[in-house]
Every structure is written in structure tokens, then in C-alpha cells.
T-cell receptor, first 111, second 111 residues
Framework: DVKVTQSSRYLVKRTGEKVFLECVQDMDHENMFWYRQDPGLGLRLIYFSYDVKMKEKGDIPEGYSVSREKKERFSLILESASTNQTSMYLC??????????FGAGTRLSVL | QKEVEQNSGPLSVPEGAIASLNCTYSDRGSQSFFWYRQYSGKSPELIMSIYSNGDKEDGRFTAQLNKASQYVSLLIRDSQPSDSATYLCAVLSGSARQLTFGSGTQLTVLP
């Protein structure tokens, strides 16, 4: 079974803090994705990566950056957290251009 | 204009009935289509994928694809209260690596 692991289920941070969300997949998938999900707005793509050290902006990259130093790990970074970044963050991975498998999600609250 | 459209619902059906969920998409070059189920507070999980016109059945679930009319649907037969969830339609367009998600349809199966 594909396993996508997100490092934290719940996080509480203060405005202005630097926040790291980590995601690890164990299936040697080339593609990895970061989404945020908010009520009424659905799933929105923040960034994705199709290879090590490669990244592409999604629909809402502002305020975020990513890092992919190893194939299995994709990190989402909030350089200076703001209250409007309070959300559910979902990581996903896929092989080729196929099915995406999701992690359990990280619910981030920025106070 | 949203690229993948779903009725947001909520859709309510009695236990044992057929639930019909619909999704339309705008990109005629779309090649792969997916249905995800998401329980409240959980991450999306894949329940069906379909790549060619026609029907694809898996247990109580049937996915239907009509590329000429640019719609994909999901039928759930003998609906159970445990099917109550939000169902997300996702489309892989052209040469894209990332999925485009609809906003989801909330389904409630009444005992």
C-alpha cells in the first residue's frame, strides 16, 4: 500500500513564525503536491514537484515556499505565518501522471 | 470559469437508494478522471478511476464517462449511511501533471 506521511496532524503557531510542514512518501513516486483545503473553497494547489529539486507553482503559491532535496520528501514552508494561512494542509504523491494518494493532513492554526 | 464543476449539494438519499453524483469539465483534452471520497475531518481517498468512455463498475460503485459531453458521473447503488461523505471529482487535463478538483458534492444517506 502507498503510504504518504505528514509529520503533524495538528499544529498551532503564532503570527510571524516560520513553519515547516513535512511530507514523506514510501513508493518512489516522482510527483508530490501540497494543497490547502478550506470550507467552501475546495482543494487548492499550492506547489508541486515532479523531480528532486524541481518545483512548480500551483494556484495559490503566495506566502509559501517548498523544498524537495530527496525524492521521498517534500516540505512546505510558511516563511512568516499569518492568520489567513490557518487551514487544512494536504500532501499527495503520484507516479507518472496518475492517481494521487493523500496523506492524513495537517490542521494548522495560526494565532 | 471553473474547470471542473460539481453540484455542491447537499444531496440526501434514503438508505438502499441509488445516489447519483455528477461532474462536468471544460478541457476536451482531459484524459484521466477520478472520484475521491472524503469523510469529515479526513483526507481524500480514491474510490474510482476511469480513462475511457463508458461504464466502470467496482462493487456498489459505477463510474460513467462521456467525453463527447464532457461529463463524468458516479453512481452508488444500495447506499449506506457509511457512504455519507463529500465526493470529489478530479480531472487530469492534457499534458498536465496536476489534477484539477471540483469543489465536491456532500452526500448524506439517511437511515
Amino acid at each position: 500500500d502507498v503510504k504518504v506521511t505528514q509529520s503533524s496532524r495538528y499544529l498551532v503557531k503564532r503570527t510571524g513564525e516560520k513553519v515547516f510542514l513535512e511530507c514523506v512518501q514510501d513508493m518512489d513516486h516522482e510527483n508530490m503536491f501540497w494543497y490547502r483545503q478550506d470550507p467552501g473553497l475546495g482543494l487548492r494547489l499550492i506547489y508541486f514537484s515532479y523531480d528532486v529539486k524541481m518545483k512548480e507553482k500551483g494556484d495559490i503559491p503566495e506566502g509559501y515556499s517548498v523544498s524537495r532535496e530527496k525524492k521521498e520528501r517534500f516540505s512546505l514552508i510558511l516563511e512568516s505565518a499569518s492568520t489567513n494561512q490557518t487551514s487544512m494542509y494536504l500532501c499527495a504523491s503520484s507516479l507518472n501522471r496518475n492517481i494521487q494518494y493523500f496523506g492524513a493532513g495537517t490542521r494548522l492554526s495560526v494565532l | 470559469q471553473k474547470e471542473v464543476e460539481q453540484n455542491s449539494g447537499p444531496l440526501s438519499v434514503p438508505e438502499g437508494a441509488i445516489a447519483s453524483l455528477n461532474c462536468t469539465y471544460s478541457d476536451r483534452g482531459s484524459q484521466s478522471f477520478f472520484w475521491y471520497r472524503q469523510y469529515s475531518g479526513k483526507s481524500p481517498e480514491l474510490i474510482m478511476s476511469i480513462y475511457s468512455n463508458g461504464d466502470k463498475e467496482d462493487g456498489r460503485f459505477t463510474a460513467q464517462l462521456n467525453k463527447a459531453s464532457q461529463y463524468v458521473s458516479l453512481l452508488i447503488r444500495d447506499s449506506q449511511p457509511s457512504d455519507s461523505a463529500t465526493y470529489l471529482c478530479a480531472v487530469l487535463s492534457g499534458s498536465a501533471r496536476q489534477l484539477t478538483f471540483g469543489s465536491g458534492t456532500q452526500l448524506t444517506v439517511l437511515p
